[in-house]
């Protein structure tokens, strides 16, 4: 099994899923008990500073975090089946397919803003 391109894996959810649909799949995952997509998201200083630009002023990055891909994977697999999901379905199962494979090498991984 080939890891390399896995190690410390950043996801980018898709912008349409992130901006309209994240709502409400962070609702369904709560009633789920499962984390919601948005805790997975963290940022490095020079990704926030890439978004806010220079209204990034006085703003301080906490720390980089790296999340289980096994908890990832809790969290999609309990929303793919759900009403809610299915506007975002195929971002969803695209998610599932790269986090079974973070799994499959041990690495961490987060979701990312890209603007």
Do not use: Y
């Not at 948005?38 to 990034?56: H, K, P, Q, R, Y």
């Not at 990055?61 to 809610?84: D, K, M, N, V, Y």
């Not at 195929?90 to 603007?115: M, P, S, T, Y």
Request: hydrophobic share 45%.
């Amino acid at each position: 099994m080939v890891c390399v391109s896995f190690s410390r894996t950043i996801v980018d959810f898709v912008e349409a899923v992130a901006t309209r649909e994240i709502e409400t799949l962070d609702s369904a995952a709560r009633v789920l008990g499962v984390r919601p997509l948005s805790e997975f998201i963290s940022m490095d200083a020079g990704a926030l500073a890439d978004v806010f630009g220079d209204d990034e002023d006085g703003i301080e990055a906490p720390p980089l975090q790296h999340f289980s891909a096994q908890e990832g994977l809790a969290t999609i697999r309990a929303l793919l089946p759900r009403p809610e999901a299915q506007p975002a379905i195929q971002d969803l199962k695209n998610c599932e397919r790269i986090l079974r494979r973070a799994a499959e090498c041990g690495v961490g991984w987060h979701f990312q803003i890209d603007i």
